[in-house]
């Protein structure tokens, strides 16, 4: 039934994880001990970072053996990262597009279109400043408008609107009996977001392709292997103590990922250690990238990298792009 003999255990480890965090979390919310939200806060919003790199697994198909289990799973956990108002086929698609034709595939660049809003921007950028990640809560905000403006998604509103009535009646529900919990799983979710931008943010510097929703063109053979991997970084939290890299379910091991897309999660570290031994060229250092994040976290909004940028100094001067997340399909 799984796909790697040794996967069953760490798999397992981890779905039981997001399912206890999770209930764990929310738990904490209604015990009026306010003492325990913080730690409620941190642990919900850890249970949907492992939850979505979950979903990434399942988009390679390294967890079970058949496809459709890997698709049945990649569903359920789209409900414990609030990412269920689009479909799972959308985002493995997106996904895929991202690795096979080695560039940011959207189905639309915002940034043209969010230009023509000075207004907006400026609130959006004030947002940002405070840390709050205005532009990916758009982001997922925009998975339930696009089926009701673009014709090709129209297909999509059925399932928009079944989900956001379901969520809505649950999460109505939760604020009869403790209106504090909603305002702390918003601040969770926030903080969730945060995180998995972080981690995308730094990972590549890819051109941006409005493709998405149109068959592979001339442009998905424009960059080869060698461009892939001089465009790819890796952002572990700790070259040091491998196991820290745990807390992302060792996604920031991205190069190796990205050598060998169908290794499973657990297995990175040592695919990482076998390919790269002591070379650090396409490794930043974590506290490089939290300066960048920090430095750029305004401009960073409206910023499109191009390919072969050069001049990051190990990610001190890593700008990086925003919304390209692959639990947004668009």
């Known amino acids: 039934m799984m796909r790697y003999k040794d996967g069953f255990w760490p798999n397992f480890a981890a779905l039981v994880y997001v399912g206890a965090a999770y209930f764990v979390g929310w738990v904490m919310f209604f015990t009026d001990e306010v003492v325990l939200y913080i730690p409620g806060v941190l642990i919900l919003a850890h ?39 689009g479909t799972y086929e959308e985002i493995r698609e997106k996904h895929f597009r991202h690795h096979v034709d080695r560039a940011d595939v959207v189905a639309f660049d915002y940034r043209p279109r969010l230009s023509k809003f000075p207004k907006l921007v400026k609130l959006m950028h004030i947002l940002e400043w405070l840390y709050i990640p205005a532009l990916e809560i758009m982001m997922h905000f925009l998975v339930l408008i696009l089926p009701f403006t673009m014709d090709n ?49 730094h990972q590549h510097t890819y051109e941006i392709f409005e493709t998405l929703d149109q068959p592979r063109g001339e442009e998905a053979s424009k960059f080869d292997h060698e461009y892939e991997v001089r465009n790819t970084y890796s952002n572990m939290i700790s070259l040091k103590y491998p196991r820290v890299n745990l807390l992302m379910l060792n996604f920031g091991y991205h190069n190796a990922h990205h050598e060998k897309p169908t290794t499973p999660w657990y297995r990175l570290p040592a695919l990482h250690k076998e390919l790269f031994a002591d070379d650090t060229t396409q490794v930043f250092p974590f506290i490089n990238l939290l300066k960048s994040y920090h430095q750029y976290r305004v401009p960073r909004m409206l910023n499109a990298d191009e390919g072969d940028i050069g001049g990051l100094e190990k990610g001190r001067r890593f700008v990086g792009v925003d919304g390209v997340s692959f639990l947004t399909a668009h």
């Open 47 to 85: 249970s949907m970072v492992i939850a979505a790199y979950m979903i990434h697994e399942c988009a390679h198909n390294t967890i079970f053996a058949k496809n459709k289990w890997n698709a049945k799973l990649g569903r359920v956990l789209m409900w414990f990262t609030g990412s269920c108002y």
């Open 153 to 201: 998604r129209r297909s999509k509103r059925k399932l928009v609107l079944i989900v956001l009535s379901i969520r809505t009646v649950i999460f109505t529900t939760v604020f009869i009996f403790e209106p504090l919990a909603v305002i702390l799983y918003a601040v969770a979710y926030m903080l969730f977001l945060t995180v998995m931008r972080f981690m995308d943010v």
